[in-house]
């Protein structure tokens, strides 16, 4: 390689490596921004996998995916706080055999759906590692709710049929049934991550958290129509992964 090709490198790396470790202004949010994606949480369904299988249903995956946003103001250089809310659920359905009184072979739709939304109030401190991207670290609080519907009917569901599924004199009783359980929810996330900014005014976010949820054990059942009590324990923390898109000033 001749020395000309060579100090031509040396240069070309130089300025690289400058740019990298500039201090560029408009590679931040100057006042806020709003966020839009997803995160991936895990979580542990082992307790309700008990009841689902043994009502011939499969097991629920070991985690949950979410989806919703945030959005935050810049309170300093360096610090800023918002607002985020994310939901997401999952569902485990199955046409199952049942055999009447009559002896006849009765095929029935059994599904079961999961819900978990959250909501509440954010912070974040972040510092420059380059000129287009930045590290960040935060923590966030806030309510929510868990909820399920278990459900079983023999296909389509004629309006007239709803009626009769409460008379327990009628066929349809033994066979139709919709129940839908909900109860609060408390949680809380520490995370970090790193941000990568694609243009002015659009970022990239990747952060990592581990989440508490704290699930309430008196629930009610069938839009507060009736209290259940003595639910099992739903509490759960575990890792939280996100991604995000960002748009600000």
């Known amino acids: 390689m001749e020395i000309k ?148 009917d023999n296909g389509d569901v004629d309006f007239d049929d709803i009626w009769p599924s409460q008379d327990q004199n009628s066929d349809v009783f033994l066979y139709y049934r919709s129940n839908k359980y909900d109860s609060w929810m408390y949680n809380f996330e520490a995370f970090s991550g790193l941000r990568w900014y694609l243009t002015r005014g659009v970022a990239l976010d990747l952060k990592i958290g581990y989440t508490w949820n704290i699930i309430s054990s008196n629930g009610t059942l069938n839009y507060q129509f009736e209290s259940i009590k003595s639910a099992p324990n739903f509490d759960f923390d575990d890792l939280k992964y996100t991604i995000v898109m960002s748009f600000g000033s």
Do not use: P, W
Request: hydrophobic share 40%; aromatic share 12%.
């Open 5 to 152: 090709e060579k100090k031509i490198i040396i240069i070309v790396a130089l300025l690289a490596l400058l740019i990298f470790n500039t201090q560029a202004e408009v590679a931040t949010f100057s006042e806020g921004c709003m966020s839009f994606g997803g995160s991936y949480l895990k979580l542990d369904n082992s307790k309700l996998n008990k009841y689902l299988t043994a009502i011939s249903l499969d097991k629920l995956n070991n985690h949950l995916l979410l989806y919703g946003g945030e959005i935050k103001g810049k309170v300093n250089n360096r610090l800023m706080i918002g607002a985020y809310y994310y939901y997401g659920s999952q569902i485990s359905g199955k046409i199952v055999n049942q055999i009447t009184d009559e002896g006849n072979n009765l095929r029935l739709d059994r599904q079961f759906e999961q819900f978990l939304k959250m909501g509440g109030l954010l912070f974040e401190y972040s510092k420059n590692i380059q000129a287009s991207s930045e590290l960040f670290v935060g923590g966030s609080c806030g309510m929510g709710s868990y909820s399920f519907i278990i459900s079983q």
